[in-house]
């Protein structure tokens, strides 16, 4: 199974939060009232990390998650997921339909 790696970076210095209560979820979209929750993270998973530019958030995560060729998903981050490294001050999430993406075309080969 091959790894995906998600990242964001901001424009402050951060870290993942103490708490395991903030996460970052990815949901498939279908459409306004219909979603399909893929996974969710909490900031203590070891699937997130701070990059060594202290700015960079990585998430890692299994390509199955993404396994719907021409689908449509969307990745929500919990306000206080990260927060400001120096003031510790919690910074604003990211909320449903703002980072949103599609999956590819699948198409088949035949010989």
Known sequence: ?????????YNVPIQ??????????IFQ?????NNILRETYSA?????QVLEDKT???LSISSCVFNQPNSAYYIIIDTGFVIHKETSEPLLGIYK????????ILRYITT
């Open 97 to 104: 339909d703002k980072w949103k993406f599609m999956t590819g």
């Open 44 to 48: 203590q998973s070891d699937n997130c």
């Open 16 to 25: 993942l939060s103490f708490s395991s209560s903030q996460n970052i979820s």
């Open 29 to 33: 979209k279908f459409d306004d009232n």
């Open 56 to 58: 960079t958030l990585s």
């Open 1 to 9: 199974m091959e790894i995906l790696q998600i990242q964001i970076t």
